[in-house]
């Protein structure tokens, strides 16, 4: 747990700046039964839209953003609820505070530093919010609570390396990754991998395996499904195996998020639950992406576009070239392995398994690309289908898919396991 934070003193002393620090033990707080728990995903759907639709933030990055406004508005949440140790220490409440107040004020303060071209729509979700609350000396300290969590938090990830000068430079050659048709951009993101986990000790703390040598067999294997199964033209796909890969060429982020949603309010999760499920798969996303980012940089694979089109130099006598083929949609600029979006979903997967019940997740996703919704009872079947959708997509090879979900995983299980725990 993070009681003593280097950058703890700063955010103290920001905190000081905003407001003077308020503090109040859970018995003598607004009691959850009191706090109304639509704060919480009201803020979080105000976050998916500043995020995405006001400032084109690229996927990959996103996962940071929610991991912020979902630790900030936790924080504010159990500082006056208890029943949680926060993420970064906050100050004690010791008089009324209202929950809701909190809540809002923390998610707004976050998003507004850093989303400031959405500084007046902000503003206005937020006198909405406040609106809501009845005026009094418990609205304004809550309103102190959660602007004290969002400056720690803020403070806490100061030159945390978002947006570093870092580029992927590597010279083609054979398995080596290089810009894809149609638009040969360069690496998208390449900070990412370099940027301080949210729980995790390093980003590259989850060890993986590395892609596969092109010249095995394991390679040929995964090449000749995805050639098969990924193609544009001529695919062995079955029409639904088709409608399953769209479905899942929507953005993945949000499509947990936007779950995890409609989960906590139809299982009648209250504030406290609600703020940690969302801070469990917050700060899981985030540092799923940021290793997964770095596997990426740090093994710049190719993708299968360039590998069954190059297949002539790989050295590798069971491939065979295709110098037309193309897959089902267009590649992503960044390299194969691993997947990103068997991290994401690794780590909502296990999210979904530790806050719902890992036999039986019973979880709905929605997809924008199809207007459609999936049922999933199991984790392994959310698993299971992600990983064949992205090979299906003629996206990634299999073990992109297999190794991406692992790390996914992972990151889940080890933020589950060290952070937002229940107090002793």
């Not at 990830?157 to 992927?168: E, V």
């Amino acid at each position: 747990m993070r009681f003593h934070h280097p950058a703890l003193m700063t955010a103290v002393t920001v905190a000081g700046l905003l407001t003077s620090a308020v503090a109040v033990p859970s018995s003598q707080a607004t009691g959850t039964r009191h706090a109304d728990p639509a704060v919480i995903t009201t803020w979080n759907a105000i976050a998916e839209r500043t995020i995405f639709a006001e400032n084109a933030t690229p996927i990959p990055a996103s996962g940071l953003y929610f991991g912020f406004v979902s630790i900030a508005v936790y924080d504010a949440v159990v500082a006056i609820e208890g029943r949680y140790r926060p993420y970064l220490q906050q100050p004690k409440v010791r008089a009324k505070a209202s929950t809701e107040a909190a809540a809002a004020t923390a998610a707004y303060r976050v998003l507004s530093n850093y989303f400031p071209a959405s500084a007046q729509n902000l503003a206005d979700d937020y006198a909405e919010s406040l609106d809501d609350i009845p005026d009094g000396t418990a609205k304004t300290r809550g309103q102190q609570v959660g602007a004290t969590a969002a400056a720690s938090l803020i403070a806490a990830r100061l030159n945390d390396g978002r947006g570093a000068p870092i580029t992927l430079n590597v010279t083609p050659a054979p398995g080596v990754w290089r810009p894809t048709p149609e638009l040969l951009a360069p690496m998208a993101v390449p900070w990412l991998g370099f940027v301080r986990p949210l729980a995790l000790k390093a980003p590259t703390q989850v060890r993986l395996p590395g892609p596969d040598p092109i010249t095995s067999k394991a390679y040929a294997r995964d090449f000749a499904e995805v050639k098969a199964k990924g193609a544009l033209e001529d695919s062995t796909r079955t029409p639904a195996q088709t409608q399953t890969a769209l479905f899942w060429n929507a953005n993945s982020v949000a499509q947990y998020q936007a779950s995890l949603r409609t989960e906590v309010t139809q299982r009648g999760f209250d504030i406290v639950r609600s703020a940690r499920a969302f801070a469990l798969l917050g700060t899981s996303t985030a540092d799923a992406l940021i290793g997964c980012w770095r596997s990426k940089y740090d093994y710049a694979y190719w993708r299968p576009i360039t590998g069954i089109r190059l297949a002539d130099t790989d050295g590798n006598r069971a491939t065979k070239p295709d110098p037309t083929w193309s897959p089902l949609v267009a590649t992503p600029p960044y390299p194969d392995y691993v997947s990103g979006h068997a991290c994401v979903t690794g780590a909502a997967s296990e999210t979904f398994g530790r806050l719902f019940g890992a036999r039986s997740i019973n979880v709905d996703v929605s997809s924008t690309v199809t207007s459609t919704t999936r049922h999933f009872r199991t984790a392994a079947a959310l698993d299971a289908e992600t990983k064949n959708a992205r090979i299906w997509l003629g996206l990634h090879f299999r073990q992109a898919m297999d190794d991406g979900n692992y790390l996914g995983h992972r990151v889940a299980t080890w933020t589950a396991r060290h952070e937002f725990l229940p107090k002793r």
